[in-house]
């Protein structure tokens, strides 16, 4: 049986759901606003509760949560405005969706499939939303490990009383790699090990010979030019540099446009690195470790103080004592906490006391904020 390994990643990820599940309950926050602004975009009218796995759409080794019915007419233009201009709508999604969706419908239509509408606003929904340090650090579609979670997010409301449920979000199909090379695949678990070790958001990212990408373009730019050179010089008698030079002369400005737009593209691809460690069959553990103790050296430390209490389960604690009206026992009982019973008193707990008067705060400021 797999042995899912406890990354860092699990409490951040943990972390992050629990802040956009109390945002969502109280109504306020950025995330909110983003959650909204996407609902009204689809015209959900969100129902509450905590879904089931079932519920999901399956495409591949990707789940999502779909709107029962799509609207009409479909938010094309906003999702498709957002998209960077450089950006085709299908370049945004992973080919596992594409596959499922190419069985049915013609790939000229995925510009405007409500499927691809829907994962390219999820998409700007977790980029606007989840922050760096809880994201996946799985190639271009790191969304993929949250898609699930943040249509859920669009189109339920977490029942007050079952906060922590939704946050866990364990009805979530998680996402599983067949092994650790095939990192092109948008997976929440990374397999490290044939005998089935797994960590959750593993920092494993499959990196492709920049060398060899860079030769393959080239090659595809020259056979190109070539192919084009010999149409225009066979079909139309017309010499292709003395073209592109009347071209450039007739119109400097965009001439110049083309190249400074290339120019800036490729210096962020240069001053934009990130790093990895390389690791091959004589990579020891203490190069790794080493290696690591390298670059972490240029990072500041994040977080390093833990809070004492989760803020989820204050809230939730709270929430159930003030309009739920549960004692302290059963509180305990959902906790799995003990409660103290005195001669004279009912079961009582200053751990739940103490958790109630801090949620209390913190609904007080998430309605402040609101």
């Given amino acids: 049986m797999a042995r899912i390994l406890h990354g860092s990643a699990s409490d951040r ?17 950025s995330s909110w606003f983003s959650i909204a602004a996407l609902r009204r975009r689809w015209g959900i009218d969100a129902a509450q509760a905590v879904p089931t796995s079932a519920e999901a759409a399956r495409f591949g080794s990707i789940r999502l949560f779909l709107p029962a019915t799509w609207p009409n007419p479909l938010p094309v233009e906003p999702v498709l405005d957002a998209l960077p201009p450089e950006r085709l709508p299908v370049d945004g999604i992973p080919g596992e969706i594409l596959n499922v969706l190419s069985e049915d419908v013609d790939p000229l239509d995925w510009f405007t499939h409500p499927v691809v509408l829907w994962y390219l606003d999820l998409k700007g929904l977790h980029d606007a939303i989840v922050p760096p340090r809880a994201q996946s650090p799985v190639g271009v579609f790191r969304e993929a490990a949250w898609t699930g979670f943040l249509s859920a997010c669009v189109l339920y409301d977490p029942p007050r009383d079952r906060l922590r449920e939704f946050a866990d979000g364990g009805w979530v199909p998680r996402l599983v790699a067949k092994a650790v090379h095939d990192a092109t695949a948008p997976v929440a678990l990374a397999q490290l090990h044939p005998d089935g070790l797994m960590m959750t958001n593993a920092p494993i990212v499959s990196v492709p010979d920049a060398e060899a990408v860079e030769v393959a373009h080239w090659c595809h730019f020259v056979e190109f030019y070539d192919f084009l050179r010999d149409y225009l010089a066979d079909t139309l008698g017309l010499d292709i540099n003395t073209v592109i030079e009347a071209a450039a002369a007739d119109r400097p400005a965009a001439w110049s446009g083309v190249w400074e737009a290339f120019n800036e593209r490729l210096g962020t691809a240069y001053t934009e690195r990130s790093r990895f460690i390389s690791v091959d069959a004589d990579t020891t553990r203490q190069d790794v470790l080493d290696a690591f103790a390298i670059l972490k050296a240029g990072f500041p430390t994040s977080h390093p103080h833990r809070p004492n209490r989760d803020t989820l389960t204050c809230a939730q604690v709270a929430i159930w004592r003030d309009e739920h009206g549960m004692s302290h026992k059963e509180i305990g009982h959902r906790l ?15 751990r739940i006391r103490q958790y109630a008067a801090d949620g209390r705060a913190v609904l007080a400021q998430r309605k402040q904020a609101a």
């Fill in 336 to 350: 799995g906490w003990s409660v103290r019973r005195g001669r004279d008193t009912k079961p009582w707990s200053e």
């Fill in 13 to 29: 990820l943990a972390e992050c759901r629990k802040e956009l599940t109390l945002d969502i309950a109280e109504r306020g926050g």
